[in-house]
Nanobody, 114 residues
Framework: QVQLAESGGGLVQPGGSLRLSCVLS????????LGWYRQPPEKQREFVAS??????RYADSVKGRFSISRDNSKNTVYLRMNSLKAEDTAVYYC?????????WGQGTQVTVSS
């Protein structure tokens, strides 16, 4: 069973920054793909960023502001979010794909408000 544990969400003012973390329950090298999705209030879950071994992708709405990275030694994936806007307010979910299926974390709330 794969478990993903997100942290790092919170309340931040417009223009501010946050870094989300996602700790994986097993070796990061056992995953085909890792990434982040978000679900804004009253909306469907949407793609934010992901990486496979060789390719990194971002949603157009976050390009140039968000950055996905990883620490292999800690089995952790990060999402650095800069220049945050009110429309970035959402529950952010860590996502992982393995040969046996897809897995999701429990989500962490990010609220951008003055």
């Amino acid at each position: 069973q794969v478990q993903l544990a997100e942290s790092g969400g919170g309340l931040v003012q417009p223009g501010g920054s946050l870094r989300l973390s996602c700790v994986l329950s097993r070796s990061i090298f056992s995953f085909n793909a890792l990434g982040w999705y978000r679900q804004p209030p009253e909306k469907q879950r949407e793609f934010v960023a992901s990486f496979t071994w060789g390719t990194t992708r971002y949603a157009d709405s976050v390009k140039g502001r968000f950055s996905i990275s990883r620490d292999n030694s800690k089995n952790t994936v990060y999402l650095r979010m800069n220049s945050l806007k009110a429309e970035d307010t959402a529950v952010y979910y860590c996502y992982a794909n393995t040969n046996s299926g897809d897995y999701w974390g429990q989500g962490t709330q990010v609220t951008v408000s003055s």
